[in-house]
């Protein structure tokens, strides 16, 4: 069995920062520690830090929607998401409206095997609750799908309130948990709709009609079912400050709300959209991207642990996929790139900016999203046993982001122009070195990972 010695390095984990070797011997983490006596082939890590392998729990490769399909499949979606630096992504595998489970799953697989460059999961999107639906859930679980989505918008996939009571209770049979799109569907469908009418067709009208306060009105709604429920939940892409103020009150209700929130949340705000199409159609993503204020109180949440996980809802479409919304910014594809930049930016723009610590970034990117999706300790930790997915991270330097040096196919990156901080050196999946000083090493090699019951 191959052994590397990753030598000279600080190891990077919740609790702090350690000076420290890893031996790993095949795919597992042998041992951590100073002095260790090996003949394994040594990698001088030293003045680097070796994060556990980031998770992306929100991703949607090859997912058709809006009459099109997104731009990055598993070949490219997860080679950029090694690029940045992940190990493991949790896609959506999604129901459509008719079909079973299983199928959903089958196609998930189809779409992922042996194209796959980093390991991967599913939650499982139910757009469709029947009774043959909650009679599959146990067998969900034994194929390691242990988390679930629903959306409170999407005509395709909008489950109504009682019937994500309905899921809730069933999957806490399982010890399951759900995730939730937040967004007020009848208030945002009649604003869009009455904007169309008026001709105020630009994407510039794309945020004016997904107001936070319907976001706001959808968390404390989830929440509210949760709370009735008595079952624990999870709030995707939380992007404004009167939506987190509806976790906080559910919290102190007793509810058990985790939270997550995405770089473009943290980061972008919502002047993008008045800009001309091609540029602004490529921050069409929903929620929208919000104002300076929604930012500020989201990095104060981080701050003080009071979110979960950081994502990125990656989802991206080229602009000839957005301009189908020319002439109506109701019809063009949303969603955006990010699972190559997140880390970057967390990097230079969280914990370079203090806003965050390197210790929360590897809460929020790597310990964290493996206990809320029952990975933990095969991933998320550089523990004895643990998978050796290890990212080699050089805090020196600087760069700027460029498409042109991204992997997405979509063709443009929203963080274009950006300047970061340090760079990803290199990527380790399983013990094999998959990226190395700005180059893909090797193809193909991520395996489905089946999860166990979240560690809540
Ligand atoms: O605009 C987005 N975020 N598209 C992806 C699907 C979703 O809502 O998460
Ligand atoms: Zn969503
Ligand atoms: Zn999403």
Known sequence: MSKILLKGGTVVSPKGLKKADVLISGEKIVAVGRHIRTDAS???????????????????????????VTADDFASGTISAIAGGVTTVVDFATQNKG????????NWHVKAFAHSSCDYAFHMAISDWREDVRAELE??????????????????????????????????????????????SGVIGKLREESVARGDVSPANHPKTRPDYAEAEAVRRFLTIAQAADAPVI????????????????????????????PQYLLLDDSV???????ASKYICSPP????????????????????????????????????????????????????????????YGV????????????????????????YPKKGAIKVGSDADIVVFEPRGSGTITAAASHSQCGYNPFEGVRREGSIDRVYLRGNMVYSAGEITLLNSGRYVSRKKPMI
């Open 42 to 68: 040594v990698v001088n890590v030293s003045g680097k830090l070796l994060f556990p392998g980031f998770i992306d729990a929100h991703t949607h490769f090859d997912l058709e929607v809006s009459d099109t």
């Open 99 to 106: 079909e079973k489970l299983s199928d959903a799953l089958n």
């Open 139 to 184: 067998a969900m679980f034994e194929q390691g799908v242990t988390s679930f989505k629903v959306y409170m918008i999407y005509d395709a996939m909008e489950l109504s309130d009682r019937e994500i009571y309905e899921l809730m209770v069933e999957l806490k049979k399982y010890g399951g948990i759900v995730g939730c799109h937040c967004e007020n």
């Open 235 to 262: 709030v995707v892409h939380l992007s404004t400050a009167e939506g987190y103020a509806e976790v906080q009150r559910a919290r102190e209700r007793g509810v058990k709300v985790f939270a997550e929130t995405c």
């Open 273 to 279: 959209y008045d800009q001309p199409f091609d540029e």
């Open 289 to 348: 991207l919000r104002k300076q204020d929604d930012q500020k109180v989201l990095w104060q949440a981080l701050k003080n642990n009071s979110l979960n996980t950081i994502s990125t809802d990656h989802c991206s479409f080229t602009i000839e996929q957005k301009r189908a919304g020319t002439d109506d910014f109701t019809k063009i594809p949303n969603g955006m790139p990010g699972v190559e930049t997140r880390a970057i930016l967390m990097y230079t």
């Open 352 to 375: 370079r900016k203090k806003r965050i610590t390197l210790q929360q970034m590897c809460a929020y990117l790597s310990e964290n999203p493996a206990k809320l999706y029952g990975m």
